[in-house]
């Protein structure tokens, strides 16, 4: 009877042992951006939960004094009491092996089912449950937690003196727990984040574009100073009326006859004038507004900072000089973060690749083989979406550009075209391979990406101008981890879409 109360005692020990795990699993597991969203919310067990993941190091230490106990206990209650229940079993099988080697057998068979047990239920099983569902596990957990904290506070506080003695011995300091996250880490989280739907590819973007946003300087997105459109001291009413109505900013520098700066002036502060043919010329002088200058080194976070503390739009890059590179505007800076921004007398671009590939043009699983088997994969899905052009030319003039010259440019991607008479307008084919096809490339590394781009013969800037837009695609190591692990024509479209609106210019 005394033996079938220590199994009960085990039983009871392996079930604290995997509470025990379940809250500290669920601790560390737990997003503590979420506890904060339930404590706002007003959940009581959100906020305990909240102030153990503050305290986490200390909480720790309690769950781990709980863990080592209900272990010991468990060794030394199950195990005799199971080898005690297994010996008479032995007796009467009337083993021919003395009471010595009996008593062993029973001991090794015992230590092995209460090990096998505790692992099982008392450790993994509750492990994988908190790692499955940490939110509401640390919630359950939250208040029994906390009443074993407060039991074991005064032992774990000298088991802690003592352990900090002990590290001082070896001149090693005791630190807290360090919680946050690199830049790196952070986007792969944002990453993974993404790829499960949590989050929008152009989001991500965003993302992408402020972890950079400290590292980017000004020079880089200013406009150069032979690009800023300006006006004159002195200049005729009707030219300053011209680059008004050609260019519809409503700011612009004002320079002197010598092209020294001497401000800028607000399109409102003219209009009257300007559209009043009877109205006599503007005195430019009397309503120009002071133009702010700014280092062309600084980042555009920090330039951000200053237009928001002084009002300003604008400002004038200078170098190190003292020399006047460019002119940063607001949207410049923002255009940083959200993607070029595009107001109603802006142009979009003439030809986007969006516009150019075709969902039905798309091989989203080649086939193995060799480059040239792939390229014409490529290409006959192409002619079938698209059949405006002399297939049999195509694949000839593909063929003969790649046997001169790879088209395999590097980041495991190749950009196989051609010019073509029979071809009235520009197309544009994609193909993905798992596995990797061999091209020649500067990198070694095997094609998976193939981006087919067809143009008219007597067009050529055409084919570099979408070479261009593919090798930006391309170049944004977060763009293109998403083309490797695209699963359909739609996605892919999402991304080169999204590459158009927050990464192009």
């Not at 009443?147 to 003196?161: D, E, Q, R, S």
């Not at 989050?199 to 200013?222: A, Q």
């Not at 800023?228 to 002197?256: C, E, N, Q």
Request: proline share 5%; aromatic share 8%.
């Amino acid at each position: 009877m005394i033996y079938l109360l220590e199994l009960t005692i085990a039983a009871v020990l392996i079930v604290l042992n995997a509470a025990f795990v379940l809250s500290e699993f669920a601790l560390v597991k737990v997003r503590f951006t979420r506890l904060e969203e339930l404590a706002a919310k007003g959940v009581a067990s959100a906020k305990l939960a909240k102030k153990q993941v503050q305290h986490i190091d200390a909480y720790l230490s309690s769950i781990q004094l709980g863990i080592t106990m209900a272990s010991l206990g468990l060794g030394w209650v199950g195990e005799p009491a199971l080898a005690a229940l297994l010996q008479p079993g032995f007796h009467w099988l009337n083993l021919p092996i003395s009471a010595a080697a009996l008593h062993t057998v029973s001991f090794v068979i015992a230590f092995a089912a209460i090990t096998g047990i505790h692992v099982v239920i008392g450790e993994q099983a509750p492990k994988y449950l908190a790692i499955l569902m940490p939110e509401k596990i640390t919630l359950i957990c939250a208040i029994p937690l906390e009443v074993f904290y407060k039991i074991t506070y005064l032992p774990m506080l000298a088991i802690n003196k003592s352990a900090n003695f002990f590290l001082g011995l070896f001149n090693i300091k005791p630190g807290e727990s360090e919680a946050l996250h690199s830049d790196e880490e952070l986007r792969m989280i944002l990453g993974q984040s993404q790829e499960h739907g949590k989050i929008s590819l152009g989001r991500l973007m965003m993302f992408e574009h402020l972890f950079d946003f400290g590292k980017t300087r000004v020079k880089e997105v200013m406009t150069p100073r032979g690009a800023i459109s300006f006006i004159t001291v002195g200049a005729p009413a009707a030219d300053t009326l011209k680059l008004i109505k050609t260019k519809r900013f409503s700011r612009y520098p004002l320079v002197a006859a010598d092209g020294t700066s001497v401000g800028y002036i607000h399109f409102k502060d003219l209009y009257e004038s300007l559209l009043n043919p009877a109205a006599p010329a503007p005195d430019l002088a009397a309503v120009k507004r002071p133009l702010a200058e700014i280092s062309e080194e600084v980042s555009v976070e920090r330039a951000l900072r200053e237009f928001q503390e002084k009002r300003i739009q604008l400002a004038l890059a200078k170098n190190a000089k003292g020399e006047t590179t460019g002119l940063l505007t607001m949207e410049d800076i923002v255009e940083e973060l959200t993607g070029e921004i595009r107001d109603e007398f802006e142009q979009p671009p003439k030809m986007l690749l969006s516009g150019l590939l075709q969902p039905a043009a798309c091989v989203m699983e080649l086939k193995e083989g060799g480059r040239f088997e792939t390229i014409e994969e490529v290409l006959t899905a192409l002619h079938a979406h698209s059949p405006t052009f002399d297939k049999d030319e195509a694949l000839k003039a593909i063929i003969k550009r790649e046997t001169n010259f790879s088209t395999a440019l590097g980041h495991q991607t190749a950009f196989p075209h051609a010019r073509l008479a029979s071809l009235s307008k520009p197309l544009l084919a994609f193909g993905k391979s798992k596995e990797g096809i061999y091209f020649p490339s500067p990198d070694s590394q095997p094609v998976k990406l193939i981006f087919m781009i067809l143009t008219p013969f007597n067009e050529p800037t055409l084919q570099l101008n979408i070479l261009s837009q593919l090798s930006g695609l391309i170049s944004n190591l977060t763009l293109r981890k998403r083309l490797f692990s695209a699963k359909s024509p739609e996605n892919l479209m999402d991304i080169i879409r999204t590459f158009e609106n927050k990464v192009m210019k």
